[in-house]
């Protein structure tokens, strides 16, 4: 009869114990987390403090005056201007093709012209 009530009484501490165990190990990842949250809250605004300045870097460099002092450069001095040979007319959604019997080119008729490069031969 003893050795039966000390046996429940012992199932009993170690259930409890495990019990204690995983709510403090619970407590202990909570904890954890809450410590994490503001280093991830500061990684985040210097992110977007990079972002906002990265977009303020691509603005200042697509704007117009750096893009004339860009063309001005000597690095960039082979590039000119397109020849009217080098423009084609292109229809908005698609190029209409109409074969002229007695030239074998291509005539493309819209309002939109689009300057291509073409290479040195």
């Known amino acids: 009869m003893k ?13 409890f114990g495990f019990l204690l165990f995983s709510y403090i190990e619970k407590q202990n ?3 954890r987390l809450r410590m994490e949250v503001p280093e991830l809250v500061k990684e985040i605004g210097q992110i ?7 977009h303020y870097e691509i603005d200042r460099f697509e704007s117009p005056t750096h893009l004339m002092e ?6 960039f001095s ?6 009217m040979d080098d423009v084609l007319s292109v229809s908005e959604g698609y190029a209409v093709r109409a074969r002229d019997p007695k030239r074998e ?15 040195s031969k």
């Not at 860009?70 to 690095?75: G, T």
């Not at 082979?78 to 020849?83: D, G």
């Not at 080119?105 to 290479?119: C, D, Q, R, T, V």
């Open 3 to 15: 050795k039966d009530l000390l046996i429940r009484i012992g199932l009993c501490v170690l259930v």
């Open 29 to 31: 990842r909570l904890t």
């Open 48 to 54: 977007q403090e990079e972002i906002a300045r990265l």
């Open 70 to 75: 860009l063309a001005r450069s000597y690095e």
């Open 78 to 83: 082979h590039l000119k201007h397109p020849f």
């Open 105 to 119: 080119e291509i005539k493309f008729f819209s309002p939109i012209s689009l300057a291509i490069g073409m290479a």
